[in-house]
C-alpha cells in the first residue's frame, strides 16, 4: 500500500499528525508518550488547588486536604509513574494514621474525601494538563462510610457549656446557643450579616449554604433575644460575629477539653437541634427540612436522632391524638366562703387541687398558679390530663379558672 510516497506494510494502522503527514500508528503512541509533562503530585495538588479548589464554597476543608496529601512520600512521584497500587498503599497508610489534634485513628470518611480528590485531580490531569494517561484512583477500593453519628447532647453538657461560653464571651455563648435554636450549621453561623437579618429578628436569610441553595431560617423567640444581645456591635461590623473558623474550632477544642466532655463535635449540635424538631410533635417533615435547608427527606433522617426517653413517653401516655385539650383551657372550680373570711376553690377535674386564700382575689390568683403548675406536672410525667366538666357557672357556686 503506497500513499505520499511512502511504502507502509498493510499490518499498521495509518494515523496523521498535526501538520497532516501520515504516521503508522506505533510512531504516534511514541510521540504521545514524549509529549507527556512530567509533574510531581506535589506541584499537581498546588495547581489544582489554585485552579479548581479555591472557587469551591468548602475551598477552605481542600485546602486542609491538600495539604495533608502534601505531606505524604506519594506527593514526591512523578504522575505518570503513580500506579493504582501506590493509591492502595496510600489508603492503607492513612487508616493507621492518628491524627494530633485528637489523638484518635483517622476515620475512613476522611480517607475517602482524600482520595476523592485525588481522584479528580489525575482526571483533570489527564484530559487538561497532560501529566498522566490514567486515573489509578478509579479502580482502587475506597474505605467504607462510617456510621452516621447519633451523638446527643445531654443537659449536664448543655448546662456546663453554657455556663463557660457565658463566662468567656457574649460572642461564644450565643453562637452556642444560636446552633441549638435553628440547626444553622457553623459557617452559616458565623457567616451571619446584619443586613439578611429582619429588622424584627424573625429570620434570616442565607444567601449561600453547602448544598448551594439558598434559604430563609425562621427564629424562635429565644433565638431573637439571642440575636437581640449582638445589636450592640451592628455599627461596628458587617456580620453579626468576629470569629473566624479557625478561631471558633479553636475555642470549641478548648472547651470540651477543659470541661472533659468526650466525642462532642460542633456540628452535632444540628443533629441536635433537628431531632428537638422532631420532639415537638408540631413540625412536619417538609417544615423541618425547610429550616435545616436539606434536599431530601432521606438526607434528613440521617440527623434527627429522638431520645428513646421521648418516645417512652408517648408510648405509655394515655392521651389520644383529636381527643387532647387545650393545655391553657380554663376549668370550674367550686367556691366556699368561711365565717372567717377565708375563701376556697376546688377543681371538681382535680380531686386533690384546693385552694384557700384570705380573700378571693387572692384565692383566684393562687388557684391560677396551682392550676398551670397541676398541668404542667401532668405533662412532663405523662399523665391523663381531663377535660374541663361541663359546669355551667353562676355568681355563687362556680366560677371559671384559667391556668394563665
Given amino acids: 500500500m503506497f500513499r505520499c510516497g511512502y511504502q507502509l506494510m498493510s499490518t499498521h494502522r495509518i494515523d496523521r499528525n498535526i501538520s497532516g ?6 510512531w504516534g503512541k511514541h510521540m504521545l508518550r514524549k509529549r507527556l509533562k512530567n ?3 506535589s506541584t499537581a495538588l498546588d495547581k489544582y488547588y489554585e485552579t479548581v479548589s479555591r472557587y469551591k464554597r468548602g475551598a477552605s ?3 486542609y486536604r491538600v495539604n495533608v496529601i502534601k ?3 506519594l506527593a514526591q512521584m512523578m504522575m505518570d509513574k503513580i500506579s493504582s497500587v501506590d493509591i492502595a498503599d496510600y489508603r492503607d497508610k492513612r487508616l493507621t494514621d492518628v491524627n494530633p489534634k485528637t489523638g484518635k485513628r483517622i476515620s475512613g470518611n476522611t480517607v475517602r474525601l ?3 480528590l485525588l481522584s479528580n485531580l489525575f482526571s483533570i490531569a489527564r484530559i487538561e494538563w497532560g501529566t498522566c494517561r490514567s486515573n489509578p484512583v478509579e479502580l482502587v477500593r475506597k474505605p467504607k462510610p462510617s456510621p452516621g453519628r447519633e451523638r446527643r447532647l445531654s443537659k449536664k453538657e448543655e448546662r456546663q457549656l453554657s455556663d463557660h461560653f457565658r463566662n468567656k464571651s457574649t460572642e461564644l455563648y450565643c453562637i452556642f446557643q444560636l446552633a441549638l435554636e435553628t440547626a444553622m450549621r457553623q459557617g452559616e453561623i458565623l457567616s451571619l450579616k ?3 437579618i429582619s429588622s424584627d429578628y424573625s429570620q434570616a436569610f442565607l444567601p449561600e449554604t453547602k448544598n448551594g441553595h439558598a434559604r430563609t431560617v425562621p427564629f424562635t423567640k429565644r433565638a431573637r433575644d439571642i440575636l437581640k444581645t449582638m445589636t450592640q456591635f451592628i455599627s461596628e461590623r458587617e456580620t453579626v460575629f468576629s470569629y473566624s473558623s479557625n478561631g471558633f474550632k479553636s475555642a470549641w477544642r478548648k472547651a470540651v477539653l477543659i470541661l472533659e466532655i468526650d466525642d462532642l463535635h460542633f456540628h452535632d449540635l444540628r443533629h441536635e437541634a433537628i431531632s428537638r424538631f422532631y420532639e415537638l410533635g408540631t413540625l412536619t417533615d417538609l417544615e423541618i427540612s425547610a429550616i435545616s435547608g436539606h434536599r431530601t427527606l432521606t438526607m434528613l433522617k440521617r440527623y434527627a436522632h429522638i431520645k428513646t426517653t421521648y418516645l417512652v413517653k408517648k408510648l405509655n401516655t394515655r392521651k389520644k391524638k383529636g381527643n387532647t385539650p387545650d393545655l391553657f383551657m380554663p376549668y370550674p372550680a367550686k367556691v366556699s366562703c368561711f ?4 375563701v376556697e376553690l376546688h377543681f371538681p377535674d382535680f380531686e386533690e387541687l384546693n385552694v384557700i386564700g384570705k380573700t ?4 383566684v390568683s393562687y388557684a391560677s398558679s396551682a392550676l398551670l403548675r397541676e398541668l404542667a406536672i401532668r405533662l412532663k410525667q405523662g399523665h391523663f390530663i381531663p377535660f374541663p366538666s361541663n359546669i355551667i357557672p353562676d355568681d355563687h357556686t362556680y366560677t371559671v379558672i384559667s391556668p394563665v
Avoid: C, D, V
Wanted: aromatic share 14%.
Fill in 360 to 363: 378571693y382575689e387572692e384565692t
Fill in 194 to 196: 446584619w443586613a439578611n
Fill in 71 to 73: 505531606r505524604q512520600p
Fill in 39 to 41: 509533574m510531581q503530585l
Fill in 339 to 342: 365565717e372567717n373570711g377565708t
Fill in 61 to 63: 476543608q481542600e485546602f
Fill in 114 to 116: 482524600e482520595m476523592a
Fill in 21 to 26: 503527514t501520515i504516521i503508522p500508528s506505533f
